[in-house]
């Protein structure tokens, strides 16, 4: 801020030089206006451009949120699919378990009554 003040001091003291008093008075409020005025221009471009950043953002977690929420809904029917195959496995290794007692119970006893 400071170098732009200097900057253009120097641009307007050539442009004066019989005149610099006054020249440089002037000179220095029109370049106080001018940043006063840039400095509105810039404070409302930056409002502006948060209120788009805001809106991008807003959509953004929205599309996001519904993402995270579909792919939720699919691992819970993944693990649902999962979890019934594995217990589908285990109630029929319980079934072929129980047989296999059963013949050897069976085995066993036909062994003992058998003369």
Do not use: Y
């Not at 801020?1 to 030089?17: D, E, K, N, Q, S």
């Not at 451009?49 to 939720?72: F, I, P, R």
């Amino acid at each position: 801020m400071r170098i732009l003040v200097i900057v253009v001091a120097m641009l307007l003291l050539p442009a004066f030089p019989c005149r610099a008093d006054n020249g440089f008075k002037e000179g220095a409020s029109n370049v106080g206006q001018g940043l006063k005025k840039m400095g509105g221009e810039a404070g409302k471009a930056i409002k502006e451009g948060g209120k788009e950043v805001g809106q991008a953002v807003k959509e953004g977690g929205t599309e996001v949120g519904q993402g995270l929420g579909k792919m939720g809904r699919h691992t819970g029917q993944q693990a649902k699919k999962t979890g019934r195959s594995i217990g589908e496995w285990f109630k029929d290794m319980g079934t072929r378990t129980g047989e296999t007692l059963r013949q050897m119970g069976r085995s066993v006893r036909d062994f003992f009554t058998s003369d």
